[in-house]
């Protein structure tokens, strides 16, 4: 079984700033990774995916997110952000061997982004 | 870009009435998702429907829960007696065939079920 922590509930920061919100996982098996933006009244929609190569990959918007498999751990990272970065960020994860791939999502990050 | 639909965007339903969420997935996409969301908590896997039946469903997904692919574009998700805490939002989520399963999920926008 899997199972992501967000280690952070809330991430309030300034414009401009640069931001990383955190993301662990566990699992027995091999993973894809992935990092979900929620804007207010709107659906989950895919900022970037990890799932083999590269331990840094790089989405929408500006984000990026690195793999690190001896921690376990996804963050995403921005250098800058802007106002309409101000969201909910959900980090998941989903076994890379089933064919289903059920998505496990942690609790969610929201991000406050201040002027 | 295609997306994933759902309606309605907001349904409010008595206790122990039946209601019906409606999803059209992308057209080409084979794997099919609910998921829930109650309020100020994680998004929580329900089932998951492929090749007309479901593959995997999670404690969840009871014997009040139904789902369905009635005319190969909608696919349905039935509470047959809803309870209260069936409040919550419902996404629907759908996925194109990948080696490995390596394509990602794409999400509607969701549908806010109320239980009064």
């Known amino acids: 079984a899997q199972s992501v922590t967000q280690l952070d509930s809330q991430v309030p920061v300034f414009e401009e700033a640069p931001v990383e919100l955190r993301c662990n996982y566990s699992?027995?098996?091999?993973?894809?990774l992935f990092w979900y933006v929620q804007y207010p009244n709107q659906g989950l929609q895919l900022l970037l995916k990890?799932?083999?190569?590269?331990?840094l990959v790089k989405g929408i918007n500006g984000f990026e997110a690195e793999f690190n498999k001896s921690q376990t751990s996804f963050h995403l990272r921005k250098p800058s952000v802007h106002i309409s970065d101000t969201a909910e960020y959900f980090c998941?994860?989903?076994?890379?061997?089933?064919?289903?791939?059920?998505?496990?999502f942690g609790a969610g990050t929201r991000l406050a982004v201040h002027p | 870009e295609p997306e994933v639909t759902q309606t309605p965007s907001h349904q409010v339903t008595q206790m122990g009435q039946e209601v019906i969420l409606r999803c059209v997935p992308i057209?080409?996409?084979?794997?099919f998702y609910w998921y829930r969301q109650i309020l100020g908590q994680k998004v929580e896997f329900l089932v998951s429907f492929y090749n007309n039946e479901i593959s995997e469903k999670s404690e969840i997904f009871d014997d009040q829960f139904s789902v369905e692919r009635p005319d190969g574009s909608n696919f349905t998700l039935k509470i047959r007696s809803t309870k209260l805490e069936d409040s919550a939002m419902y996404f629907c989520?759908?996925?194109?065939?990948?080696?490995?399963?390596?394509?990602?999920?794409?999400f509607g926008d969701g549908t806010r079920l109320s239980i009064l």
């Open positions: 699992s027995s098996v091999s993973v894809y």
């Open positions: 990890y799932l083999s190569g590269s331990t």
């Open positions: 998941a994860v989903s076994d890379s061997a089933g064919g289903y791939n059920k998505l496990i």
């Open positions: 989520a759908s996925r194109a065939v990948g080696q490995g399963g390596n394509q990602p999920q794409h």
């Open positions: 057209s080409n996409h084979l794997y």
